[in-house]
């Protein structure tokens, strides 16, 4: 029989009768033969509400403490969903991530999965015993509890795949799978049967919120195939897996759109050699991450120079800059928070002509002006108003013709 390794979000194990109900679907699944290897993240909301408490005591705590502190959400989860295994007759076992095997680098509240030596999760396989494993944590070499931050549960557990071989890793959360589009924003936005892991990724770190990119990364790296599925019903999801041939006949695979963006726009720089590096080395130095940018030629001669920032890092921006034009002989910085980035994703925008020329219509036609554009060869991204952002969602969704 196969060894599988299922991860149940924070919503899939809210509150006691959820867990039940997790406990079900995993007993159908052992009763079926097969190996299991669960991975479970903390309750919804517990971890916000763990740094909420923190923050109360200390507005800068240190991040050793937090680590300590916020790995106590996932321990209360294995625990409980051990229990109730236990109450319906399965046996089962719940696992730290110390205890896991799941070793890290030294870095807390961000960790890096360096190995995961899993000779007790095996042993308990082999026994016969679903293994529950801690979501989020690992330990690093000096035998410290260390947090592998946003997305820390999904990355465990297609981790523990790589790593113990299974033939299977099921993603369960509270949505179908990965659609077209958030369905929140269109109505008839549909659920993708399969996607690359490089579409994936795109979408992913352009603002889906199915996964985070780190997981999708590790996935690609060690070749782990996993499904993306709701742990509130029994329908299929979507398979993350290697491009193959066929899915370059969709030209755009699905939409993304982050509406935490903000515009900084440096006009009247010198336009000298060094005066981008000095600029983009200084937000480097300030961990303020960069990602769409253009540069023109200003009429005073100058250069201006317009890049995107994370809304939370704009007045950042504001703030470190102002001394590094002075150095440079002059240019004035401003931040503008209302914008949004529109992302169109799809391996066959690598074969397939007119993307560009359907999405400008599409936004025109609606009287969406289009601030900045970026591309890469599978993903064009847009930086529009944010009020309209939505809108651009839909027009973009309808001109590819990702609802049939």
Do not use: W
């Not at 097969?34 to 109360?56: D, F, M, Q």
Request: glycine residues 8%; hydrophobic residues 45%.
């Amino acid at each position: 029989m196969a060894l599988i390794v299922q991860k149940y979000g924070g919503t899939s194990v809210g509150d006691v009768d959820r867990i039940k109900n997790v406990a079900s679907r995993i007993k159908k699944t052992h009763a079926e033969g097969h190996g299991l290897i669960v991975v479970v993240s903390a309750r919804s909301g517990v971890t916000n509400e763990l740094i909420a408490r923190a923050k109360a005591i200390n507005d800068r705590p240190d991040t050793r403490e937090m680590d300590m502190l916020l790995a106590i959400g996932e321990q209360e989860t294995i625990a409980l969903t051990a229990m109730a295994l236990h109450a319906i007759g399965v046996p089962a076992v719940s696992y730290t991530g110390a205890q896991a095997g799941i070793l890290t680098d030294q870095v807390f509240t961000k960790a890096k999965i360096k190995q995961i030596v899993p000779k007790s999760i095996l042993k308990d396989l082999k026994e016969g015993r679903v293994v529950i494993v801690a979501g989020f944590q690992g330990m690093n070499e000096a035998g410290q509890i260390t947090t592998l931050g946003r997305g820390g549960s999904d990355l465990t557990a297609i981790a523990l795949a790589a790593a113990c071989k299974a033939d299977k890793c099921e993603i369960y959360t509270d949505v179908d799978g990965v659609y077209t589009a958030d369905p929140r924003i269109v109505k008839t936005a549909q659920k993708i049967e399969e996607i690359s892991y490089d579409e994936m990724l795109e979408l992913a770190s352009l603002g889906s919120k199915v996964m985070q990119s780190r997981s999708v990364e590790f996935a690609k790296k060690y070749g782990v195939v996993f499904e993306v599925r709701s742990s509130f019903n029994h329908n299929p999801g979507t398979i993350v897996k290697e491009e193959v041939a066929y899915m370059e006949k969709v030209v755009v695979r699905g939409i993304a759109v982050d509406k935490d963006q903000a515009k900084v726009v440096i006009s009247g720089l010198p336009d000298k050699p060094s005066s981008a590096a000095t600029i983009f080395t200084a937000l480097a130095e300030a961990s303020i991450n960069v990602d769409m940018i253009v540069q023109n030629v200003a009429h005073t001669g100058g250069v201006d120079l317009t890049f995107t920032v994370q809304r939370d890092d704009a007045q950042n921006a504001v703030k470190v800059l102002p001394p590094v034009l002075k150095k440079l002989g002059g240019g004035e910085v401003k931040a503008y928070d209302n914008i949004a980035k529109l992302s169109v994703v799809g391996v066959g925008m690598r074969t397939h002509a007119g993307v560009a020329a359907a999405l400008f219509t599409a936004l025109g036609d609606r009287g969406i002006n289009i601030q900045l554009i970026g591309t890469s060869e599978i993903k064009m991204t847009l930086a529009v108003e944010r009020a309209k952002a939505d809108e651009a969602v839909r027009a973009a969704h309808e001109a590819f013709g990702l609802s049939k």
